[in-house]
């Protein structure tokens, strides 16, 4: 093996990525290049890094995705990195595999195109503190893309995103219909926002995003909606989001959701139109155990306007309903029994308001150019130093992007208000 570019900041992460290479070109004589997997504001709780090996003898090459944590301390600590590291090797290591197999068992095979496949190939992770490492096949070699975030997305992408939630959720409802006590175990996983707890400094980051969402919209002109959303918005934040992501308040309802589905966590391939014709849903890091509507709020409220909400919302909730439940029934379970509209009606009225805190939490980072992404080590160190780092969210700005991050955030609390969630 030879290096001809750069190493992995981890030795140990170096010599897993090297074995990784080894077993999969099946060969000992190949050269490894590395280069940095994504831009500035793509990641936060990891860190890519893109390695090529290419085979000498054969002239085989695979492109690797490596994923680390953050080397700084502060920043490791204040984004809880190793944790949400055990979460996403937990997924990959154990529950994918169980729901992998689930659907074999039911005749769904990867090959069918109709199961719930979206998730990337991990090759490899390591779980060991200071570490952690995750090796996966390189989506971008398979022609997949993430969606640049400065864009609108188009109303067949959103179809795509929430099919492939509604067959992921479907499988929780099955899998606990008819085998609890595979899905028993998963039921267990603590929701990472409570390793968080009495965290004055993300407290005081919380309010200042609190703070710059009620500034986006006018009391005097909109009095019920400012009121209610200031209402809404004022309990402690981290509180508000425990109680939402709690599983035994969705129940029976809950399922094994995402946890993070935002545009950067989705990667689509277009065929020669332009249309988005299959998906990979990434970063399982916050994978929780709660309600289904927790992941649709937090992708609807924070990659749609208002406007594409007011064309496109019911059907969509529509289509995500009628794909769970027909998936449902492909694997083997009455849909009508375990998850009906009502139900969904029921969970969106309770939990709906979960999307108004990721819209609060997200936008200004989806609506900062990456150049401007102000330096996360910086900042991480401040909040380990006890600062009032409250000040620190207007940096999260771009020039020309403010009145974007004001039209969806404004949009955000109408239609949580229109719908009822708040």
């Known amino acids: 093996m030879a290096l001809e570019a750069g190493q992995l900041p981890v030795g ?13 070109l099946d060969s000992d004589d190949f050269t490894l290049t590395l280069t940095a997997g994504s831009a500035i504001g793509d990641n936060y709780i990891g860190v890519l890094f893109r390695a090529r090996a290419e085979c000498r003898r054969s002239g085989r090459a695979l492109n690797i995705i490596v994923k680390l944590p953050p080397q700084n301390e502060a920043r490791r600590n204040q984004f809880f990195a190793h944790p949400a590291f055990e979460r996403e090797i937990y997924f990959y290591d ?14 769904i095979a990867l090959e069918d ?20 490492a995750i090796f996966m096949a ?12 400065h864009k609108e997305q188009g109303l067949e992408h959103f179809r795509l995103v929430v099919k492939t939630l509604g067959k992921l959720h479907a499988l929780s409802f099955a899998l606990r219909d008819q085998q609890p006590e595979r899905f028993e175990p998963f039921r267990a996983m603590v929701e990472l926002f409570t390793t968080r707890d009495d965290d004055a400094s993300m407290e005081q980051w919380f309010q200042a995003l609190v703070t710059r969402a009620l ?3 006018d009391e005097k002109a909109e009095p019920e909606v400012y009121e209610k959303t200031r209402d809404a918005l004022k309990v402690n934040f981290l509180d508000h989001i425990r109680e939402l992501t709690k599983g035994a308040s969705a129940e029976p309802y809950a399922v094994i959701c995402h946890g993070d589905c935002w545009n950067n966590n989705v990667m ?13 849903l990434l970063d399982w890091q916050i994978c929780r155990y709660a309600s289904p509507v927790l992941d649709l709020m937090y992708f609807l409220f924070t990659a749609s306007t208002k406007a594409f909400r007011d064309a496109h919302y019911e059907d969509l909730l529509t289509l995500y309903h009628d794909t769970l439940s027909s998936f449902l029934r492909r694997l083997g379970s009455d849909p009508e029994r375990l998850f009906p509209r009502s139900a969904l009606d029921d969970q969106l009225v309770r939990f709906g308001r979960f999307g108004l805190l990721m819209a609060a939490m997200l936008l200004p980072i989806i609506t900062t150019k990456s150049e401007d992404i102000p330096d996360l080590d910086g900042m991480a160190e401040k909040l380990e130093n006890g600062f009032d780092v409250s000040s620190e969210i207007n940096n999260f700005k771009s020039e020309g992007t403010q009145d974007i991050y004001r039209e969806k955030m404004a ?6 208000v229109r719908l009822g969630y708040i």
Do not use: N
């Not at 994918?96 to 074999?104: A, D, H, N, S, T």
């Not at 195109?113 to 992770?125: A, E, M, N």
């Not at 390189?138 to 975030?149: I, N, V």
């Open 215 to 217: 500034e986006t919209l």
């Open 138 to 149: 390189d989506l971008k070699q398979q022609g997949f893309e993430m969606f640049d975030r």
């Open 12 to 24: 140990a992460s170096q010599k897993l990525l090297e074995e990784v290479a080894r077993s999969e």
């Open 113 to 132: 195109g109709d199961g719930f496949y979206q998730v990337p190939r991990c090759l490899k992770t390591c779980v060991r503190e200071y570490e952690e």
């Open 94 to 107: 154990t529950i994918y595999p169980v729901l992998e197999e689930f659907q074999r068992e039911k005749g």
């Open 268 to 280: 689509f391939k277009h065929d020669e139109h332009d249309t988005p014709v299959d998906i990979r």
């Open 411 to 416: 949009g955000c609390c109408r239609d949580m």
